[in-house]
């Protein structure tokens, strides 16, 4: 989209000669102002150019350097953002809670290895001559012993089973999570983009203006000293001209800003800057689908939905406190001298154990209602989520109506600003203007066209985000050229690891 249109010429010059003045004795002051008068015009002209190339991003044939489009900017925001790359390591964390939770259902296994110098020291009372006869004696001897002991949960009031669905929940949830943060890059980055494109033509219209209001100011002087004007003439336009510095400056700062903000967002430094693109295609054309999609595929809604599951699983997991547990055991050892006079001595058991609870304090019951709580507090969430999404919805749609309609308005404002500045001069010409009027139909048109500017701004970061508002703002739905990154891979290559500390990237 060509954010906007070459403008035609602003103005022929602004010769503010009266023609009632007398030409014998203000001639060749008369043909220096018409040369200023073409090079003011001449400069308006300019601006208008270079505000059409600022804005589209157009270049000049056989140019060396390509312009960075928004849709690269938003690859390098997917692939650069730390945000972003944050969210998928907080992704990965989670996906560990799921090998976390299926260990209940495996083995634990465990050899216990022991031994060390004993020393024994007692009275045995034995029978010597038909009397028994206390004898003392004393020992000292190395025992050495190794021991496995095998445990395995046969039931525990579901609790194993729970916590499993409870992981795969808080997984999915955090998913969506991160298309969450996701679509909130993806849209600061179109957001940085497009800030950053808007000041540098509104940088560039306030730099000409400089320009222009320089040249009327150096003409309105030599006007006066000719005669032709009075000192408040040249005091307007000084005033005029200490005002667009200031503009000027402000929109400095305006574009040094939105170039870090576009570092930042992007991770890379702004080159030459193309056209950004609206993406109304992708998003639904009625209002009413719009709000439906909102409320139904939103990340926000849907991370909201898990959050409701993860309570429910926790309600149930905090009630198998109460169920009996039954777990199996099987242990061997084998010992070297483990007691006195006891050379070896090897040993194994299979026990099952059944432990019913009766009370415990009351801390399991205490659990339970806690549990519930929090069930209705993530619905609760659930709700607001949902009217959060509808609302962002309404909102998005109501700005990009408003974007496309002052965008018809203020092309229309400029058109007619550029008409009556030409007027105004052709008027000032023949005395019937005065330089104010010349220099507030100026400051006019560069209004309009800031105006203009920004609307054109506005459509495109509001196409976004209403994008972003039903849940479409993804690298897949842009269909754009880039790796996308699939949080599945991870989850299956960490879901059933029995061993291992290494993470799949090697760390």
């Keep these: 989209m060509c954010l906007i249109s070459s403008a035609s010429p602003v103005g022929r010059g602004a010769d503010l000669l009266s023609e009632g003045q007398s030409r014998g004795r203000c001639g060749e002051g008369e043909e220096r102002r018409r040369l200023m008068g073409v090079r003011v015009a001449g400069a308006w002209s300019w601006a208008a150019a270079s505000l059409a190339l600022a804005l589209a991003g157009v270049g000049l044939a056989g140019s060396e350097a390509a312009a960075d489009t928004l849709e690269w900017a938003l690859v390098q925001a997917y692939q650069n953002n730390p945000s972003l790359n944050a969210q998928r390591a907080a992704l990965r964390a989670t996906d560990e809670n799921v090998p976390q939770a299926l260990s209940g259902y495996r083995p634990k296994v465990s050899v216990t290895a022991q031994g060390g110098y004993n020393y024994t020291n007692a009275v045995q009372q034995l029978p010597v001559g038909g009397v028994v006869t206390n004898i003392p004696f004393a020992e000292t001897f190395l025992s050495r012993s190794v021991a496995a002991t095998g445990t395995y949960t046969l039931f525990n009031g579901f609790q194993t089973a729970n916590r499993t669905r409870q992981a795969e929940s808080q ?25 950053l494109l808007r000041d540098q033509a509104i940088l560039d219209l306030n730099r000409r203006n400089v320009e222009v209001l320089t040249e009327q100011l150096k003409q309105t002087r030599d006007r006066f000293n000719v005669g032709e004007v009075t000192r408040t003439d040249v005091a307007q336009a000084e005033s005029r001209l200490a005002a667009g510095r200031s503009s000027l400056l402000g929109a400095q700062s305006n574009y040094v800003t939105s170039q870090a903000n576009y570092r930042r967002v992007i991770g890379v430094d702004p080159g030459r ?12 054309s009625v209002l009413a689908k719009a709000i439906s999609e909102g409320q139904t595929r939103s990340p926000s809604v849907l991370a909201a939905m898990y959050g409701v599951d993860v309570a429910v ?4 997991i905090s009630e198998g406190a109460l169920y009996p547990n039954l777990t199996l055991t099987a242990s061997a050892s084998q010992g070297s001298y483990p007691a006195f006079e006891v050379a070896k001595q090897t040993a194994a058991s299979v026990l099952g154990a059944l432990t019913v609870p009766i009370y415990q304090g009351g801390a399991e019951y205490s659990a339970i209602r806690q549990s519930k709580e929090t069930l209705g507090q993530q619905r609760l969430n659930l709700d607001i989520n949902r009217d959060q999404a509808r609302a962002t919805v309404v909102q998005s749609w109501g ?12 092309t229309a404002q400029v058109n007619a600003a550029e008409i009556a500045l030409n007027g105004v001069r052709e008027e000032a010409r023949v005395g019937q203007r005065t330089t104010l009027d010349v220099l507030n139909a100026q400051q006019e048109l560069v209004n309009a066209r800031v105006a203009l500017v920004t609307a054109q701004h506005d459509r495109v970061v509001a196409s976004y985000t209403l994008l972003a508002a039903v849940g479409g703002l993804s690298m897949p739905r842009l269909g754009l050229d880039v790796l996308i990154y699939d949080p599945q891979v991870h989850y299956q290559q960490v879901r059933d690891a029995w061993i291992g500390v290494r993470n799949p990237d090697g760390r």
């Design 171 to 195: 997984v999915d949830g955090a998913r969506e999570t991160l298309r969450v943060t996701e679509q909130q890059v993806l849209l600061d980055a179109a957001t940085a983009y497009m800030n």
């Design 399 to 410: 700005q990009l109506d408003a974007a496309k309609a002052q965008i018809e308005a203020t």
């Design 273 to 284: 800057l193309a056209p950004g693109t609206p993406v109304d295609r992708l998003s639904p």
């Design 313 to 316: 699983l926790a309600v149930k």
